[in-house]
């Protein structure tokens, strides 16, 4: 399902995929709305790929307590 909101009644829709890139009418409102296409949506993140870097070892010169 497609999450989207109608730009005249502000209505969150739940169109399905095969309406996709499709024009249609807000079934809320009976506005004139265009589907965005499934390729609009953003990527899902990779994250297998990037996995968090380790911390560091040895702590930053900035969190050492000042040399006397
Ligand atoms: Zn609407």
Same mark, same amino acid.
Request: glycine share 6%.
């Given at each position: ?8 009644? *502000? ?6 995929? *095969?309406?996709? $890139?499709?024009?249609?009418?807000? *079934?809320?409102?009976? $506005? ?6 499934? %390729? ?8 297998? %790929? ?10 930053? %010169? ?5 040399? %006397?």
């Amino acid at each position: 399902m497609i999450d989207y909101v109608c730009p005249h009644c *502000k209505r969150e829709l739940h169109i399905k995929e *095969k309406h996709a $890139g499709k024009r249609g009418y807000c *079934k809320r409102c009976g $506005g004139f709305i265009v589907v965005p296409a499934l %390729s609009d949506q953003p990527p899902a993140l990779d994250t297998e %790929s990037a996995p968090a870097p380790d911390p560091p070892l040895n702590p930053p %010169s900035w969190l050492r307590p000042p040399e %006397s």
